[in-house]
């Protein structure tokens, strides 16, 4: 029972967390697991196993192949009422009937083992996962294309029964991990930008000892910015310089809100940090964002890059500054002395 209740629990935390693709998964492997088990005394454990090798390798590809999308939605309803009734085929369905699906599933016109068959078309839905977390860089989708892995070689024919029932389990804890990273990074990631947010800031500075030093980043005129070119535009703008700042070698990067950025140096960087700023200004002003916009006259379309600057405000940690609190203060009134001055610069206090 361990493989049922531990993808129970990554079902109820993928629940928890409105991860919707996860969660029909995780419905899935929970019932696969079940099927396995000695829960119901009257199915045999032959039918258990040939209704996973039947319909989970189908209702996973179905389910991996649907965007993330709320949970009652009909594609999402579709899978889970496929899933149903395959539980109820399984469970009552009488013996001839079973005989023809088993025949006929999970590839009745190909003439192999029914379980490597079942193993392979895991595996596919496997290989959709891991190409989704290539674009997406999600841990979640990674871990579920492990956990499919895993439960692709608990359906090979080899893989003795108590191997399958720890295999599944393996598989539920592979979707735990992934589900609570995605949990973290809810919490402590900013989705756009893909850097820490201000509460990782404010738990950075929490824990900070030693010498330090802080800047704040923010790209000028930001406002004008999207007004003129729109907001998805903006937030290209705010990817790109969120990528020049992660690319920063021993400085740590924060998303502090808007289009402003936080750096954190520590104390091995920050008798550099002059000089980091300064060469990130100059990056970030001989950079060229390029754009598309059509011209509905000439029904033509024309490429054009946009120049983006930004002001930084650097706070060093000395007698007169010493708490974090302080220091963020006075890199924000170093950062409105930069703006003041006329923004693409660097002021220290």
């Known amino acids: 029972m361990s493989a049922v209740l531990i993808n129970a629990a990554a079902l109820l935390l993928a629940l928890g967390f409105r991860r919707n693709r996860a969660v029909v998964l995780l419905a899935i ?29 189908w209702l996973l590809l179905i389910a991996v192949a649907l965007p993330e999308r709320r949970l009652l939605a009909r594609r999402n309803l579709m ?28 590839l009745g016109l190909i003439a192999q083992e029914p379980g490597k068959l079942a193993a392979i ?14 674009s997406s860089r999600l841990m979640l989708d990674w871990m579920l294309g492990v956990a499919l892995v895993l439960t692709s070689i608990a359906l090979l024919p080899a893989v003795p029964s108590t191997a399958k029932h720890t295999l599944l389990a393996l ?27 201000r509460r990782s800031l404010d738990e950075a500075l929490a824990r900070i000892s030693g010498d330090f ?29 969120a990528a020049r700042l992660r690319n920063l070698r021993g400085v740590r990067a924060f998303r502090y809100g808007g289009e402003e950025f936080c750096l954190l140096f520590g104390a091995g960087q920050k008798r550099n940090a002059r000089e980091i700023c300064e060469n990130l200004r100059t990056e970030i002003a001989d950079m060229r964002l390029p754009i598309r916009s059509r011209n ?26 010493r708490s974090p609190p302080d220091m963020l203060i006075a890199a924000d009134k170093a950062l409105y002395k930069a703006k003041a001055a006329g923004r693409n610069r660097v002021v220290i206090l």
């Open 79 to 106: 899978v889970l009422g496929g899933l149903l009734l395959a539980s109820w085929l399984t469970l009552a369905a009488p013996a001839h009937v079973w005989s023809g699906l088993r025949d006929a599933l999970p």
């Open 213 to 241: 030093a802080l800047a704040m980043v923010d790209i000028d005129h930001f406002k004008q910015f999207n007004d003129k070119y729109g907001h998805a535009i903006g937030d290209r703008a705010l990817r790109a310089v």
């Open 296 to 321: 509905s006259k000439q029904k033509s379309t024309t490429r054009t890059l946009i120049k983006l600057t930004i002001s930084i405000g650097l706070a060093e940690r000395g007698a007169r500054l």
């Open 171 to 197: 598989a539920g804890a592979s979707a735990v991990i992934g589900i609570l990273h995605a949990s973290y990074r809810m919490a402590f990631v900013d989705g756009l930008a893909g850097l820490p947010n």
């Open 121 to 134: 078309l895991v595996l596919l839905a496997a290989l959709v996962c891991f190409l989704r977390g290539i």
């Open 29 to 57: 492997l929970t019932a696969g697991a079940l099927a396995l088990s000695n829960a119901w005394s009257a199915l045999p454990i032959a039918r258990g196993l040939d209704a996973i090798r039947m319909f989970t390798p």
